[in-house]
């Protein structure tokens, strides 16, 4: 073994531990998110009429095309084709789009091992929650700071037609020992119109978009960060014209932005009994609430799941050396306090609401309007 090298376990207790933490976000023009907005608008349409819809129709797109696709069992009569125009037309399309669509019930089998006395997992999986303490939110710093500048992007480009809604943001900070101290780099890349030279373009989101967000962040707001905007040049091709999307290739962004570890499926499209997303809510919650108490810094909590049980098969909790009571106390509390049943995560969380395409776009935690991230 090289002598020189050093474990992290090796370093002295005084001596600095530095990583650099990076995480991206985007808007709901980049056609990934797009699909996913459009998959939980079907979904809050057919809760909006039948609480009990089994749904998992999801969407693809590309040019002029959009393929919807999967299961549905609802009573509901939903309008494919009206809710994704309607959402197409909000985020700024002007051309009209076919739609191709092949979509049948749940399978019988699936449907017999979901819907029992008890309700069950629609599915095996794995899934996880985190939290840390780093942030008001409880979330990771990098994450929030790239969803925050996303929500401003929107809110600044509805108010001119210069710019479109195919954005991405990414923000790399610096910590050490496990505490965030500086933000190092910030990347914005925004679609724009043609009437835009570079360095207008640049210009503008520094001041109507990077600044004001970064002042919210000061205490991190170091003297050498980066900052990029649009360091590709020119972005006037956008959305589905420039790429091809689908539902579920943003699990990151939907969750802490790379920090800690992430289940096996995405989230949008899918109903309460899809533990995928449900399951992943309440991990979220019990971590929130472990670190909210003081128990630990830092939790990250995952659950294994089988299709036809109705309560996870696994449970464990990770407080990464954090935690301030030992570990056996934090089980006991988690146990005294939370009941994993799939029916009991649905009422507590009230997941049976059409709620779901606010959740779409920004990350799916963080945000103290949603169920899960009440502190009990």
Not at 66 to 74: D, H, K, N, R, V
Not at 246 to 270: E, H, L, N, P, Q
Not at 296 to 302: F, H, K, L, V
Request: net charge neutral; charged share 25%.
């Amino acid at each position: 073994m090289n002598k020189n090298f050093k474990q992290v376990n090796d370093f002295d207790k005084d001596e600095k531990v530095r990583k650099i933490s990076t995480s991206e976000s985007v808007n709901i023009g980049h056609p990934d998110k797009t699909c996913d907005v459009i998959a939980d608008a079907f979904l809050d349409a057919a809760l909006a009429d039948d609480p009990r819809s089994q749904m998992a129709v999801e969407c693809a797109i590309k040019n002029d095309k959009l393929f919807i696709y999967g299961e549905a069992t609802t009573k509901a009569k939903i309008d494919y084709e009206d809710i994704a125009r309607g959402i197409l037309k909000e985020i700024g399309y002007q051309n009209d789009f076919k739609i191709i669509k092949e979509i049948s019930q749940q399978s019988a089998e699936i449907n017999s091992a979901v819907i029992k006395e008890e309700l069950c997992a629609n599915d095996q999986g794995i899934v996880y929650g985190y939290a840390t303490n780093e942030t008001p939110e409880l979330m990771p710093i990098p994450i929030m700071i790239a969803h925050s500048l996303m929500r401003q992007y929107e809110q600044f480009r509805k108010g001119g037609d210069c710019f479109f809604a195919d954005a991405k943001s990414q923000v790399s900070v610096l910590y050490e020992n496990e505490v965030p101290k500086e933000i190092s780099c910030v990347i914005v890349s925004v679609s724009h119109s043609e009437k835009l030279s570079l360095s207008e373009v640049q210009k503008q989101i520094f001041e109507n978009v990077v600044e004001p967000v970064l002042q919210k962040y000061q205490h991190l707001s170091g003297k050498k960060a980066k900052i990029l905007i649009n360091p590709s040049g020119k972005f006037t091709i956008w959305g589905s014209f420039g790429d091809s999307g689908c539902v579920g290739r943003k699990i990151i962004v939907d969750t802490y932005g790379g920090v800690g570890r992430v289940g096996g499926g995405c989230f949008s499209s899918k109903n309460a009994t899809k533990v995928d997303r449900s399951g992943a809510y309440y991990a979220r919650y019990v971590a929130k609430n472990i670190v909210a108490k003081g128990l630990a810094d830092r939790c990250e909590i995952q659950l294994g799941f089988s299709i036809g049980l109705s309560k996870p098969v696994s449970i464990n909790i990770d407080c990464f050396g954090t935690n301030k009571k030992p570990i056996e106390e934090i089980y006991a509390y988690v146990k005294e306090n939370f009941n994993f049943k799939l029916d009991n995560i649905i009422v507590e969380l009230d997941l049976l609401k059409p709620i779901f395409k606010q959740t779409a776009c920004y990350g799916h935690f963080g945000w103290e309007e949603f169920s899960w991230e009440r502190i009990k």
